[in-house]
Each structure stands twice: as structure tokens, then as C-alpha cells.
């Protein structure tokens, strides 16, 4: 541990937020288990929306204690436009408030050992088989590993080569990725191409830290798969949470900086590659992520199945996309993109047969509403037609 003076420095960790009460707490166990390993120095945790404490928050308490010095360190498994963009403007724009604040911003969780071994526990303890004594293989299984899918391509190969390297450590019969989020194949439609291997055994296994609005709707589509396929056994992996592997994958982090590793690695930073994007004019700088959003205040970032429909209404999508559309079945959608008060990168595949449009008619398509094009809503005019009011299943618990 560095020989650092305890009054003068401190510990961010920077995590996205959530809708779901249970995900803020769980985050505010990272910070615990921090706190733990570094109990001389003041370790605080902040969102950039829908929860409190915000980042702005934490880092105003950090200061409160004297801290002249922050390590900052994203609560993200991988580097995606929150890691790259958005926190580095809320860590940049606070330490230009602030004259002789120092903050060093390290990277994100990645594919650490530690990391993949909090995985690989979390996926033999939910098949009921010791992690420090696991079987010879697994051939029987196939393992389905969820990420969370992004507009960012680099961070969904991250999800697939995490998929390879547990199948080869675990020894599955056959293991593939599928996503949660804007990329393809969305979980539904993955499982049931999956599902034709033959497998009588299916692991799932969510890569997520924390639990919330994604978890249970993943956790909904593996019921609803698994209720219409009894001959097979489906297992699902909790996911990772404060398993102390991951609590150790932090520290690493926060190590890096400590000992000035992050900024002698040949790579660049992702403070360095912010700076040297904002400058070119390459990225938007969103202030106001540094302001707290009410959670209960459901007109600020939730998706249109959470809000109230009578179909005949329009919606100002906040993300940030030119286009807008109107439909023939009566609502129409202008897409400026600011209920999440960021902007999402537009995704090219979009479109995709086996993507975000197959989840159109389970209540969640408004959340992709915004980057559909005109062709595409109407060619799932049925499905919006029927469903678009409706919840979705995984969101009804």
C-alpha cells in the first residue's frame, strides 16, 4: 500500500446510477469494501444520474475532509461512452472549480484476473459446485454469458472475449454472448437460436456488477424461454456484486494510480484520450450529469414503459439523435435526446434481425425508440401497435 498522507488524499468511485434502489446499495458495498482496505484514507461513491449521492456529491464530501489529492476510479466493467465521456467531463469540470484539487481519474474494472474469477465463481456456485474444487469440464453445459451491450464496439468484443476465455478456464460444452442492451443478439432471440444446439443444460450467466432494471428483465426472458422449453434445465448466475474478488479488482485500480502505474502504461488514459477529443472537437461535454436527478421523479430518464400511455401522445426521447418519426397508430416520438441527460452513440446495427427490434412488443422498445428509422418502426408496426402500452413481463414483478 502506498505511504500516502492520510488528511490529503482520497478515493472516488464514480458508477453510473440507477432506477432500482437495490442496485444504489449494492454500489454503496464497493465503497465498504474500500473502505476496508483502505481504512486511513476517506472513501466516498457517487452516481452520474438517477441516484444520490451524485458524483459532484461525493467528491464535494471528499473535499469537506481536506482531500487535496482524489483518486478517481469508474465502476464500470468495461470502457464505454460513461467511462470515456461522461465522467471524465464531471471529474474535469469540478477540478476546474476547485484551484490545487488534484483528481487522477483510473481506468475501468476490464478483463482483470480477479474479475474473471469472481465470474467463474459466481457461475459454479449457481450450479451448486465448489469454485476452489470445480469439475474437470463441462461438456455437457453450454454457458450464455450477458452483457450489457453498447453502441461502443470495443466494449461488446470485451463481453465476447470474456465468453472465450471462461469457456476455455470452465470447459463448456459450447459457450456464446448475447446482450441486453442496443447491440445484437438481444437475450430472447439468442437463447432461442442457442436452444437448437441441444443442449438439456443452459447456464446463464449475467456479467453485470449489480442488480437492476436490466437484471430482472434478463431474468424475466430466461422464464418465460425456460417455461416453454421444460425438457431443459436452465441455471441462472447471480451477478457479481461485492464478491471480494471484485472488491479486489477495485483496489488494483485504485493502486494503479497510487503508485503512478496508469500513467507510465504505453496505452493511453482515458482522461488523456477525453482531453485530447474534447479538444479536437470529437466529443460533447454534458455539465449537467453533475447534477442530481430525482429518482421519483419519473419524466427524468425513464423509458416510455414506465411512463403513463393513453397512445395518443408525444414523447421527447432524450437521446440524441436528429430524426424523428411519427406512427400511425397515434404517438409520436422527437428524439433529442436529453431525458438521460447524455447522449448515447448512434449504433449502426441498430436494425439488426436478431438486435434491439426484437424486443419491440415486450414493452421495453420505447427505449430504443430514438435510433429506429422510419422503415424499421414500420415494418414492427404489429408489435408496437399491440404492445407499445403495455410493461414488460420482466418489468411486472
Known sequence: MSNT????????????????????????????????RYPELPVEYGFLEFSAPNIHMGLNRLVEKGVE???????????????????????????????????????????????????????YES??????TPPENLYDTLLVVVGRGTSDTSANAEAAKLTRIVNENMGFGWADTVYSGVTYPSVGV?????????????????????TGRLIKRIQGYVDKVAGENPGIEFIQTPYLNDHAKVIDAFQN???????????????????????????AGEVDVHHHHAEFVDPQD???????????????????HGHSHDHSHSHDHGHSHGHDHSHHGHSHGVY???????????????????CFMGQFTDEILAEEKDKIDADCTQTAFAHRK
Request: hydrophobic share 35%; with cysteine; glycine share 10%.
Open 5 to 36: 498522507t492520510q488528511s490529503k488524499k482520497g478515493i472516488m468511485i464514480c458508477g453510473h446510477g440507477s432506477r432500482d434502489k437495490d442496485a444504489e446499495r449494492e454500489f454503496g458495498l464497493v465503497a465498504e469494501g474500500l473502505r476496508a
Open 69 to 123: 489529492e482524489i483518486y478517481a476510479v469508474p465502476g464500470m466493467l468495461f470502457a464505454a461512452t460513461h467511462a470515456k465521456n461522461d465522467i471524465p467531463s464531471v471529474l474535469t469540470t469540478y477540478e476546474e472549480k476547485h484551484p490545487g484539487l488534484k483528481v487522477t481519474y483510473g481506468r475501468e474494472l476490464g478483463l482483470q484476473d480477479d474479475m474473471i474469477d469472481a465470474f467463474q465463481a459466481r457461475i
Open 127 to 132: 450450479m451448486g459446485l465448489d469454485p476452489e
Open 190 to 210: 439468442g437463447l432461442e437460436k442457442l436452444m437448437k444446439l441441444g443442449y438439456k443444460r443452459i447456464v446463464v450467466a449475467p456479467y453485470f456488477l449489480f
Open 253 to 279: 485500480r485504485v493502486e494503479e494510480i497510487m503508485q503512478g502505474e496508469y500513467e507510465s502504461i504505453s496505452e493511453e488514459t482515458l482522461m488523456n484520450s477525453f482531453k485530447r477529443r474534447l479538444a
Open 298 to 316: 419519473d419524466t427524468q430518464g425513464l423509458s416510455h414503459a414506465d411512463l403513463s400511455h393513453d397512445h395518443d401522445h408525444s414523447h421527447d
Open 348 to 366: 449502426k446495427h441498430i436494425g439488426h434481425p436478431m438486435g434491439p427490434r426484437t424486443m419491440i412488443g415486450e414493452g421495453v422498445c420505447c
